[in-house]
T-cell receptor
């Protein structure tokens, strides 16, 4: 039972354009959402997060949007750079579940120069 | 630069052998997770500890996997006996709910 879903296994974007990565969740108890980025042979690294009391959080080129009614969040990268090529994982947590992170399957982003 | 240290980085073993993976969490972090990355499932939670006490190990096959934290500086994940389907990358992470830090992982291959 996949509570966090990333339905696009991969995405290819031209350098300088916007990358939009999507994530859906099924559990309405989730109250905190995170994006992690992973390069080959390395562990995932924290990128950006958002609390359920917000609908947007921005950090430089990265913006996360949360639509609670649709149980959907997205990560926007503008402008995309070749160094952004990596696997992006969406994750969610809930205080009721001890704040353990539930991850999606990941989306491979390729930024072409 | 604080980091989570995992050993070994790579492990190749024969089916039926015991495998032990080790993790040194960041000093002061009281929550430690074990995740497994597979192609099909992404990052699966195997077990996690808070203040060294196991909170949830429901993601772990109990008959062959065990996870412990003998002290605050060491977490272990053991597989006995190992099977080819256990081949994956195993990650340890420590931190707070607002940003966990992952180690570089142990790539396990069971032949």
């Amino acid at each position: 039972d996949q509570q966090v879903k990333q339905n696009s296994p991969s995405l290819s974007v031209q350098e300088g354009r916007i990358s939009i990565l999507n994530c859906d969740y099924t559990n309405s108890m989730f109250d905190y959402f995170l994006w992690y980025k992973k390069y080959p042979a390395e562990g995932p690294t924290f990128l950006i997060s958002i609390s359920s009391i917000k609908d947007k959080n921005e950090d430089g080129r990265f913006t996360v949007f949360l639509n609670k009614s649709a149980k959907h969040l997205s990560l926007h990268i503008v402008p995309s750079q070749p160094g952004d090529s990596a696997v992006y994982f969406c994750a969610a947590s809930a205080k009721e579940y001890g704040n353990k992170l539930v991850f999606g399957a990941g989306t491979i982003l390729r930024v072409k120069s | 630069d604080a980091r989570v240290t995992q050993t070994p980085r790579h492990k190749v073993t024969e089916m039926g052998q015991e495998v032990t993976m080790r993790c040194q969490p960041i000093l002061g972090h009281n929550t430690v997770f074990w995740y497994r990355q597979t192609m099909m499932q992404g990052l699966e939670l195997l077990a996690y500890f808070r203040n060294r006490a196991p909170l949830d190990d429901s993601g772990m096959p109990k008959d062959r996997f065990s996870a412990e934290m003998p002290d605050a500086t060491l977490a272990t994940l053991k597989i006995q006996p190992s099977e080819p389907r256990d081949s994956a990358v195993y990650f340890c992470a420590s931190g707070s709910p607002y940003g966990y830090t992952f180690g570089s992982g142990t790539r396990l291959t069971v032949v």
